[in-house]
């Protein structure tokens, strides 16, 4: 009978995690070559950034320390845009853990306060980006201004629904804050040394933000006080304003909540995009605090031609938008409206025609309800819904769903980053169906 070989335990290949390697790999090599980030530095490289390059006050010669190149942050921030990421703590972090953000800042050093900065520091900038890229775009026969679509979204502000005061409670907030500041200036007068000068400062700059910031929802919630007295006289004691947020208000919103003073309302800003049709390229952009989209497409008609110098031939808009008044100048100037009669079953069930003329109206309103009840006007509305809501969507999945930041103005910087990645991910889309080189 045949013995059996004896086998010793099997053999076999370890990850072996702490041994030290040497890899002689640039952060080039280090990247792949058909990677997003290179495509986005690219981009950016081949804009004009010459008002940037204005403001560096170190020159060949002087003293000062050199600042972060432009292009860098720029590049940096438009990348973290489409990858969703809105902390610039998290962007920090990124430049020193990944790969494709280590490649963008080529060995310089950056840090959360530079990012946070410059993220809302350039808005005039930003939006003088966004007509230049569009404008490329129109000369390059991808984009066209014929037809366009106009939506609002709702966005959560950097502040809570409980942030809200009248009056009394603000201004004794106010006076709280005011003798906080008081005695934060008498302690660092009479010993210099009781603190870190560091942590002194911070404590300094907290309190002329908060004071700041009350005062700044004193003088808001005057000017809710006129709104609300015209809705319903004497309600005008009852206006609120955020203590956190002066110029956010409470909004309706996607999931149920009510509007303004109501305890169930949500702070917010509405957001306001322009899309053509054609190529779902964002043409203009806004950020207002009115609950309502009524009365915005008159503002974005006029910013379309201050951008491009001219007007689009059509301009589609959901019911919230129908503002007799704004088809009416919208239609003189000769755009063709498209925007739909409100309650037309209720009218029809009550034997009036919903496209029929109503009392008042002027001809050019006429005209639009008339042209509503054709099957043509119709077919064209229907590209609304699949223009309008696709830049919303696009910026919901790249992580819009609440400022970080509060006040108008640098909620229409983040607005603009948005607006601007949007633009990025169609230019090569769009030069890609084109056959053209994507920079």
């Keep these: 009978m045949r013995q059996r070989t004896q086998i010793g335990a099997a053999r076999f290949q370890r990850a072996q995690r702490r041994q030290i390697m040497m890899q002689m790999l640039s952060l080039d090599q280090m990247l792949a070559e058909d990677h997003a980030v290179r495509l986005v530095w690219a981009y950016v490289d081949a804009l004009d950034l010459t008002e940037l390059y204005a403001k560096i006050r170190a020159v060949a010669g002087g003293a000062g320390r050199d600042p972060i190149d432009p292009q860098i942050l720029l590049s940096l921030w438009l990348m973290a845009t489409i990858d969703g990421i809105s902390s610039a703590r998290r962007l920090d972090r990124l430049c020193e853990e990944q790969t494709p953000y280590r490649w963008l800042c080529g060995g310089v050093s950056v840090n959360y306060h530079t990012l946070a900065d410059f993220r809302v520091d350039h808005g005039v900038f930003l939006d003088g980006l966004l007509t230049q890229s569009v404008a490329v775009l129109l000369h390059q026969g991808l984009v066209e201004l014929t037809r366009v679509a106009q939506d609002g979204m709702r966005v959560r502000a950097s502040a809570g629904a409980g942030s809200f005061r009248r009056k009394p409670t603000l201004a004794e907030r106010l006076k709280e804050a005011d003798a906080h500041w008081e005695d934060l200036k008498r302690e660092a007068e009479e010993d210099a040394s009781a603190e870190d000068r560091r942590v002194k400062a911070a404590r300094q700059r907290a309190a002329d933000d908060r004071k700041e910031r009350l005062q700044k929802a004193l003088e808001e919630r005057e000017t809710l006080v006129p709104k609300m007295e015209r809705r319903k006289k004497g309600s005008g004691e009852n206006a609120r304003a955020s203590m956190t947020d002066p110029e956010a208000r409470k909004m309706k919103m996607g999931d149920g909540a009510l509007v303004f003073h109501t305890e169930k309302g949500r702070p917010a800003y509405n957001v306001q995009f322009v899309t053509a049709t054609d190529s779902l390229v964002i043409v203009g952009t806004d950020v207002t605090n009115a609950g309502t989209d009524g009365g915005q497409m008159k503002p974005m008609v006029e910013q379309i031609e201050d951008r491009y110098q001219t007007r689009p031939d059509e301009y589609l808009a959901d019911g919230g938008f129908v503002s007799l008044s704004d088809i009416t100048d919208l239609e003189k ?107």
């Design 333 to 439: 100037s000769g755009i063709t409206t498209y925007l739909p009669i409100m309650e037309q079953d209720q009218k029809r069930a009550k034997g009036i025609d919903p496209f029929a003329p109503v009392k008042g109206d002027s001809e050019e309103v006429k005209r639009w309800r008339a042209r509503m009840g054709t099957e043509a006007a119709q077919k064209i509305y229907r590209q609304r819904a699949v223009t309008a809501e696709f830049p919303n969507a696009t910026c919901r999945n790249r992580n819009l769903k609440q400022f970080t930041v509060r006040g108008l103005l640098k909620v229409k910087a983040v607005t603009l980053w948005q607006t601007l990645a949007h633009t990025i991910q169609r230019t090569f889309d769009l030069r890609r169906k084109a056959g053209l080189a994507l920079v």
